[in-house]
């Protein structure tokens, strides 16, 4: 065995932000033993300290991975997000280092599909008021403002796994479903694609954002869309922060433009569970305010915690990328009895006959050879004949253009 090989055991993974047991369970049972599973997120300083010996990162959307804490990130050989959004980690500065990143696109889409169909009957009904004035001793029995879901109409921005499981069971529950999705896409039972943000905007009774945060979201929804919207109708977002213009919602509620809003994410949240939430929309009424929980469901979790820790686990014990966010992927066999090397580089001409060159002349045998490319990086794996040894590894990483070399033995053991 290559002197560089590493046992499992000193694989560090560290999972921040109160990853689901699930998780630590998959890599126990996978044979990594060396875990740090903090319920937290940490501060740039903190983590660029802590993440100089760490191989394995996990975390959800408040850990921030930006181009300074990758530069620390010496030994970090691949980045798994416990959600759906990517937004927090810089994939850029991920694909410069050969690290790809996976999340886990589908586990939590119908807690949020069902938190929004709830908030939806709440908001039409002015549960929110209602209930807060109850708690004070009030009594706001009224049938003013206060509507079925029946035949009112629901519009979906963004009608991807969310919506698009929105738009079912709402359906189910009586709503006329709209909505508006940059690309064309076939409508879940009678839901009907309108052909413009503002189309969507006039017609529909309560609005739902479910885009991911790019940069053509960021701020698509502010006060020229808000004044589009009916008079008395409803917004609601729980898809990124960076979406909606706080203030302009803030003041179309106070002004009664709109009849009431559900708010879980937010251009600023509070990094724990401690510190203050700040945000124009306290205290008003008509407005459900949740802590960024969309996807905090148990059932969400747990699935999270197994899905993409088996992502990280089979990209280490074997080099798959399948469902990476940044990453050529890669389905492998696996690979007994055969030693296994991932060789990732810029994609440029000339690489893979420099690779193969240093494998022929240091007399090893290619078995099985899987290459992909993006624009930027191309990632080969190489099933070999025999041990090659540090020589040859050596000048495998002194290929031109290369950004990582890693090996993999069929005992599962490991080069970083
Ligand atoms: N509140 C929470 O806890 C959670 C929030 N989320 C957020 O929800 C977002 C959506 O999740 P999924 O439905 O799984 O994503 P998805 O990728 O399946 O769907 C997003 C849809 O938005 C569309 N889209 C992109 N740009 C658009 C634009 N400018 N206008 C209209 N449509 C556009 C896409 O074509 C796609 O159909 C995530 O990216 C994440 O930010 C996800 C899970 C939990
Ligand atoms: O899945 C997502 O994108 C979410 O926003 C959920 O984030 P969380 O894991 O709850 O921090």
Known sequence: ??????????????????????????????????????????????????????????LRSRTQLNERVFAAAEKLV???????????????????????????????????????LAESIMLLRGIPEKSASAHQGGWMKSAKNAHEAR?????????????AQLSVLAESLGFDVIYYDVVT?????????????EELLARADIVSLHVPDLPSTRWMIGEEQIALMKPGSILINASRGSVVVIEALAEALEAGRLNGA??????????????EFVSPLRGLPNVILTPHIGGSTLEAQENIGIEVSEKL??????????????FPEVALPAHPGKHRLL??????????????????????????????????????????NKDYGPKALEALSRVDHTKRVRVLYSESSYEG
């Open 343 to 384: 060789h990732i580089h810029d994609n440029v001409p000339g690489v893979m006959s420099e690779i193969n060159r240093v494998l022929s002349e240091n007399d090893i045998n290619i078995l099985g050879q899987y290459l992909q490319t993006n624009e930027r990086i191309g990632y080969v794996v190489i099933d070999v």
């Open 151 to 163: 035949g009112k109409t629901l519009g979906i921005v963004g009608y991807g796994s969310i919506g």
């Open 78 to 116: 691949a980045v798994g997000c416990f959600c759906i959004g990517t937004n927090q980690v810089d994939l850029d500065a991920a694909l410069a280092r050969g690290i790809p990143v996976f999340n886990a696109p589908y586990s939590n889409t119908r807690s949020v599909a069902e938190l929004v």
């Open 185 to 197: 896409k076939l409508g879940m039972g009678n839901a009907r694609q309108v052909g413009s943000l």
């Open 1 to 58: 065995m290559a002197k560089t090989s590493l046992d499992k055991s000193k694989i560090k993974i560290l999972l921040l932000e109160g990853i689901h047991q699930s998780a630590v369970d998959n890599f126990l049972n996978a044979g990594y033993t060396n875990i740090e599973h903090l319920p937290t997120s940490l501060d740039e300083a903190t983590l660029i300290e802590k993440i100089r010996d760490v191989h394995f990162i996990g």
């Open 313 to 326: 686990v089979t990209y280490s014990d074997n080099g798959t990328t399948i469902t990476s966010v940044n």
């Open 262 to 275: 559900a708010v879980d994410v937010f251009p600023v949240e509070p990094k724990g569970n401690n510190e």
